[in-house]
């Protein structure tokens, strides 16, 4: 048995080196994350306040769901060339040129400005009930008929752009509680078409998400009991001093909402 010693000496040691790599081995080299954040003003963080110098009319917060989830977890890179009023176009012609094969997460919202959400709002708010229906039926033809298009070719970019990629697409809240009578403001008929013509396009979205084997987060739920007309509301109601950020998550609607959604997604 004594010349075994030799042998077992030499396993152990083995076994050292190997637990101590495991011990001493950074999360880095087990999960490299070169993050890019693309989309519209959802993913900016307009109305989630502090916007950076550099974002210029883009209006990129720092409380947007993308940065602080960076914050939280250090991924190797993250960049955010998220920006207000964004199409789907746009983000292929202006953003999607950030993304490359190294890239392996991206976020994005996109396909409300392509039916004019902000244009509907616009309508409902200084025109009534009548003018606001129309808009939003109009709006719901406008998303059945350009925006599975539209978004084919943001997704197939995206795609083309980050070939090794996981591809998080997160939809938009619905702005509006109907359940709660009293709400100041639109009428409760209003108010429930907004809301239909929202679950219309996010729809569409998550068909399209599928479509292309992306992975879909869906922020509606995590909105709910914080709609607009509840009492601790994510998201800013009409805000005649800053017209951009009315309709948009407030910074508790971006960490409590939509930040958690991404978090579970991103994996």
């Not at 890179?77 to 950030?98: E, M, P």
């Not at 591809?167 to 078409?193: E, N, Q």
């Not at 607009?228 to 800013?236: A, E, F, K, Q, Y």
Request: charged share 10%.
């Amino acid at each position: 048995m004594r010349h075994l010693r030799p042998l077992v000496a030499a396993a152990s040691a083995v076994a050292t080196v190997a637990v101590t790599a495991l011990l001493t081995a950074g999360p880095a080299s087990a999960a490299t994350r070169n993050y890019v954040a693309l989309g519209d003003s959802y993913s900016s963080g307009v109305g989630a306040g502090s916007y950076t110098s550099e974002s210029g009319s883009c209006d990129r917060s720092p409380n947007a769901y993308s940065a602080l989830w960076a914050k939280a977890h250090l991924p190797t890179s993250y960049v955010s060339v998220a920006c207000s009023g964004a199409t789907t176009s746009s983000v292929i012609s202006t953003q999607v040129s950030a993304l490359s094969s190294a890239t392996n997460l991206v976020s994005v919202t996109a396909g409300g400005n392509d039916v004019g959400f902000s244009n509907i709002m616009q309508t409902c708010v200084l025109y009534g009930t009548t003018q606001c229906v129309a808009a939003v039926n109009n709006a719901e033809a406008k998303s059945q008929s350009i925006l599975p298009g539209n978004l084919n070719n943001l997704y197939n970019s995206i795609r083309s752009h980050a070939p090794n990629a996981k591809v998080v697409v997160l939809d938009y809240p619905v702005f509006y509680d109907t359940s709660v009578w009293g709400c100041i403001g639109l009428s409760s008929t209003s108010r429930a078409k907004i809301d239909e013509g929202i679950n219309m396009a996010d729809g569409i979205i998550k068909t399209a998400v599928a479509a292309h084997g992306f992975t879909f987060a869906e922020a509606r739920p995590a909105f709910v009991g914080h709609e607009i007309c509840d009492g601790t509301s994510w998201l800013h109601s009409l805000n005649y001093l800053d017209i951009g950020e009315s309709y948009h998550p407030t910074a508790a609607g971006q960490s409590g909402g939509y930040l958690p959604v991404f978090t579970s997604a991103a994996g």
